[in-house]
């Protein structure tokens, strides 16, 4: 890849039999073990690159690195042997990565991973299973079909007789494996208009129909979807994708506690109420662990409004959802088996390598309503999981949840859960300490946000009026988004930033610092250094 | 997963201390050992059972299969050991997975991939890093953007000084990574339907405001997609999806050599004329390698057409792209350059482990109408390369397609698609030979279909009337559909089956065996060996 790196001593031909060694699997002692090393190479080469940049490496900036990668032909002869390349993986591109396996990287929702799910990838690659059809995968439709009900019977805690029934009927579908959130969350909500303009006499529903028709069929001129202003979104991305567009996505306020307003909300539907019908909604959304704070919406009372109203109930659990594993906070979550749909990342707080994203739905058959088949795959009544899939053509990705949870346990995965809450309440704490800093938001679960904000003007802050107000948050937010670049620049440690709005007012937007806790080599001390180094950016340059 | 497996010896527990050593990557020599040696399982244990079972190894049946897979609880302590399940994935799953990387395996689009892209696969894994945005993958985002520009020079051939401008330019984007061609089909007529319904007045666009008043601001009644009777599944599920109404994706008649029939098209395209602006097309489909036959639209002429109409222009090559790599039959897919988008998937034809896919455009500014931002990553004018795809957060599949570039080499790439195309045209050859089968549709790429017909039904189907025909046919596709199951269950080979339309008549259906020729172990003495145990199939069942 990168034009610098010196030409191979020996010229690399393409020929028919290197593609043979390379296909065939080595069947000699020599082979296996060139074949082993390689793996060698990789495992341990990338375990000291780990070890050793603690941070965030940015050893180069964006723009340098760029200036590196500018070759756009494919040449025709290979340009690097196997170690070659892993070498210089290890040796060029590891180190221009982004450590996200760092116990200082605290700022996104990607963090180390066990050792063992690279194995299990690894796996899931050699087998090469393509589970859109069972003529390619075989036990491993099966087997997703299994974990699929572990984690619905985690969340909507059907009696054992469902899911008997459902654990391995290929008629029905607990949920579905996505590439992440936001196509788990397109899945959904996919499902939930084809709900709302469903078959009416002409009119064979939207999926077939479209929403044009949908919408005459059903006399309705205008669908939206409702969730509070911390809606991930993906959200808008799907209301644009399914043709309802993204403006019909109305942004409900949220209390102080970063959870949707239930005031605001039932005035909402009231205002749809009083359209008589020409404005309906295509489904209330509510938040388990929002992008942004970590708050989770009042689920139950969603679920008796959506109820009330007869509106369908998705609730996005990318982040929060693995809670429910734990013992002590799994209560936190309380009313989730009330949705009728819900999304769960498994590369997030299941700790599976990038990318894994699953919906599950209530209702074993309202997946029908986005199922296809085809001549050659996906007939009628075969068990093709490829049926009523967002995608097509799928990696097993299952196989490595199913083992994952064999090997930790809903034990081993919430002892990382509660430790991930601990040390944020913990860290909130620490902050509330220390003069220089204001804590936004509380970590409701293991997300919290604050920011730099000297004393003085803590003070002043308190006592000012709108426009003096307005003033000093400006000039703190300008301030807290230099430091958290500076920081980021520094490449030992990062937090990521946001913008929240103060009292749901889009003039007075709050620039803050995010963390999330979820390495659990992420302790106090390091949290504490994290914030010596804001200080210490903060002195050297705002002083 | 199986509850058959015996129980752990010794009682596992959660706890901290070995979550610790899970997660803590091995410093000392005999965490070293361990990891690696279980690395040494997966390898060579797969190795041996993939060599072992050259068919597709089908020991139990699924429903026997699925009813040892229905515990749906997740055990509070773990189950079993990294160690015991990678035993037990390597014995007791993978026979009952599908060895599609055996010779005898031509059945579908999936086959053996080379033993490189496991290792690229398990450095990906390892880095774990998140392509949506450069805070969590910087480099891998630049290797990603070059990558694209290379697959995009292959295809759309544009000047150096186009791909010099564009290839790190933060601000276009020469295409995007998708879990697969469905995905990558549906951002390509996602981009189209934006394209149609445009801003206009004050309608912002059919993302904004939603297919709805996008119809109304340019007064159309309906929106429809063109694409031959070949067309992939993906495409009635992308105007599903959109909003659009999969009823709205019109099926072009094909001709003898299976290619959308240019004279069906014009009279559809002169019969949406007539009304006058009512009835709009968003997107003309053209085919570089149909799924179900391999065949090839002609691409120049449906370009003419879209150019003369001003429509906009995609090009399913999920499965033909890589052709381009052949000097010998890159000519085959001429006039692909001329597409606004074009559909090549990774874990075809380029050999990726599931599930890679990837959509091309012509203009790198097309993008620009699906993208999004939020405040906490995606920012207006950042790298993130998760501002304008589909998905959100995903792995950096780029990594192991830029690292097989350098390994293989175009010419690489080249040979196996030449074998591939070269052992199809000689299966044609001794199909035709055999009086026992028909070549229904002969290999243009590396895909054909024949059907068992017996020479004394060969000879009544020339001289039948339509009835007598439709008989006869209903009766070889009975008996085709039979000895395909048949072959599939003795599970030394597999080669799939689908249905074709004789003269585009619905009425008149044939069901077709289907092979798919990309392995490059798969020799003509293999082929031979599946067409002497489908003659012994017939001759045990049906003589």
Redesign the interface.
Known sequence: ?EASTPPAKKK?I???K???R??????DDDN?RA??K???Q???G??DF??KHVG???EAS?KE???R??????????????SE??SD?VHQ??P???N??SPYFI????S???????????????????VN???????????E??VL??I???IFKMP?AF??EH??NPATALGCF??????AN?TAL?VA?NSLLAPKGDF?G????????G?QAHGIER?VILVSRLGH??L??A??????????VLSIDVDAGNRIKLSALKQCLRDIQATQGRTRVIAIVGIAGA??TGSIDPLPQLAEICAEHGIYYHVDAAWGGPTL?SEKYGHLLEGIHLADSVTV?G?KQLYM???CGMVYFKNPHILER?A???????RQGS?DLGIRT???????NS?VL??A????????Y???IEHGIATAKSFAAQIKKRPLFQLVTEPRLNILTYRVCPPEIKAELESADTLQRRRLNAYLNDMNRGIQVLQ?EGGVS?V????LYEKNSLEDPIVVL?SVIM???TTLKILNEILDEQEKIYRDNYL
């Open positions: 890849m690399l393409a020929d028919w290197t593609l043979n390379i296909f065939i699997r080595p069947e296996r074949l082993f390689h793996m060698e990789i495992l341990f990338l375990h780990l070890q965030i490496t940015e964006l690195l760029a200036d990668f500018t070759d756009t032909l494919i040449q025709p002869h290979p340009e690097k042997r196997l390349v892993i993986l591109i590891a221009h990565a982004v996200v396996a700022g996104h929702m990607t180390a991973i066990p050792y063992f799910m690279v194995h299990l990838k690894t796996i899931t690659a050699a087998l090469n299973q393509n059809k069972a003529e390619t995968s075989k036990v491993l439709s099966i087997i079909k299994q009900a572990k619905h019977r985690l054992t899911y008997d654990v391995q996505t590439e992440g959130g936001t196509l397109i996919w208009r064979n939207c999926e077939q129909d479209g929403v044009v028709a919408l669908c979104f993906s808008r991305k209301a644009g994708l399914l043709g309802i567009g993204n403006r019909n992008t942004e594993l990342d590369h390598p990038m990318g986005i296809y088949h085809a001549r050659y795959i996906a068990v967002l995608s097509g053509s799928r990696e097993a196989l199913a083992s949870l064999q090997i930790m346990g809903s034990r081993g919430s002892l990382l980021r990062f990521s930033r946001t913008t995010r390495n659990p080599l």
